[in-house]
């Protein structure tokens, strides 16, 4: 990468707000300027470098750069009969490669399959000495600097401009099926905790105003054994997959209510907290992903009042969508954590070109 035109736009730019001391906002699709702190600066545009470097479907390892769009990464995959298995979500048709892991999202099959962390096998980043540096590999038993290109996933782009990632994939599952049963949220996640620590094939579940959803996936014998076990109504294979891309994307029907209640003053919190923690003793709509360890929590309610429920419960609360992100996008961070994230950011950008305030307002 270290010739190409494309490449040494964003070098040459990265050189020139060092030397004018500016900041630059990191922007691809934009899709995802909503979350965190609102972003600042002069927008680098990563949509310049683009493209699949490298792809072995028969070492399920794929090479793209930053600016690639999702959806063209998901059709390559998809020709093989492989995908990404944490489904990250789509914002809008504008969705990047680079996006994806420095905003971190995963979707519904987290619990099940891992984080967005845990399929990065290396990454090129450009850090803010317009330097571009290398870390972990193509291959799944190449470790050196596995933890760094990790580190990237969630730094929503204060530590450097990811410029390409090597991503494991997997083959699509053989299998796959959709049950709901009529339940309320104690049972439900009773449940879900239930099965979850039982051999089922549970990939992922969903519980929303009365209705737990679950998907399952992996070898037909096994999937067909678990529809038997666990009953319920299986929901037509179309209308599933519109269910999980909707809950995937944030188009269904608990989202779009959600946002027009934003419109209004309220708030959507994404609340981690560990799965078996008891129903949050707060007012406001919820929908339960991840087995029970996301709670999505659309309510007019103060901050302090949600990040203590989340506290109590173990977890903590980001202020995911808004209009007013007086109260912090992410939970405060405790001084050991936040020494570690400011010694990062030092590291990497010391002059703080990249995203001021993203993160954190000081950061």
Same mark, same amino acid.
């Given at each position: 990468?270290?010739? #190409?035109?494309?490449? $040494? ?35 680098? #545009? ?19 750069? !930053? +600016? ?13 009969? $492989? ?15 680079? +996006? ?62 990811? %410029?390409?990632?090597? %991503? ?21 996640? $009773? ?40 009953? @319920? ?18 188009? #269904? ?44 929590? !659309? ?28 109260? +912090? ?19 990497? #950008?010391?002059? @703080? ?11």
């Amino acid at each position: 990468m270290t010739h #190409d035109p494309a490449l $040494q736009i964003l070098v040459d730019k990265v050189e020139a707000a060092r030397a004018a001391g500016a900041q630059l906002r990191i922007r691809g699709g934009g899709t995802k300027d909503f979350y965190g702190e609102p972003p600042q600066g002069e927008i680098l #545009d990563t949509t310049v470098l683009e493209g699949i470097s490298s792809y072995e479907p028969t070492e399920l390892v794929v090479t793209a750069r !930053c +600016g690639t769009s999702l959806a063209t990464l998901e059709a390559a995959l998809a020709e093989k009969n $492989q995908y990404l298995p944490f489904e990250p979500p789509h914002f809008g048709p504008g969705s990047t490669v680079g +996006g994806m892991v420095a905003a971190g999202l995963s979707g519904p099959p987290r619990a099940a399959v891992g984080a967005v962390r845990d399929y990065v096998l290396g990454a090129t980043l450009l850090n803010g000495r317009a330097e571009v540096l290398s870390f972990g590999g193509q291959v799944m038993k190449n470790v050196a600097g596995y933890d760094v290109s990790r580190l990237l996933a969630g730094s929503l782009g204060t530590l450097g401009v990811i %410029l390409e990632v090597s %991503l494991k994939v997997l083959p699509l599952a053989p299998a796959t099926a959709t049950v709901r049963f009529e339940l309320a949220q104690i049972s439900a996640m $009773q449940k879900i905790n239930e099965w979850t620590g039982l051999p089922l094939p549970i990939n992922a579940s969903a519980w929303w105003d009365g209705m737990l959803v679950v998907r399952l996936r992996g070898a037909l014998a096994a999937v067909q054994s678990a529809l038997a076990a666990l009953g @319920g109504d299986v929901i037509e294979p179309t209308q599933a997959i519109t269910f999980w891309r909707g809950l995937r994307n944030q188009t #269904d029907e608990y989202f779009e209510k959600a946002r027009a209640a934003v419109e209004h003053g309220g708030a959507l919190w994404r609340l981690s907290v560990p799965p078996t923690a008891p129903p949050l003793a707060v007012s406001g709509e919820q929908l339960i992903e991840w087995g029970g360890a996301q709670r999505w929590l !659309c309510t007019a309610l103060p901050a302090a009042l949600v990040r203590d429920a989340a506290t109590l419960a173990g977890g903590h609360a980001t202020l995911f969508m808004s209009n007013d992100k007086s109260a +912090g996008a992410f939970a405060p961070l405790r001084t050991p954590l936040d020494r570690i994230h400011r010694e990062l950011k030092k590291s990497f #950008d010391p002059q @703080g070109v990249f995203n001021p305030g993203r993160l954190y307002p000081d950061l």
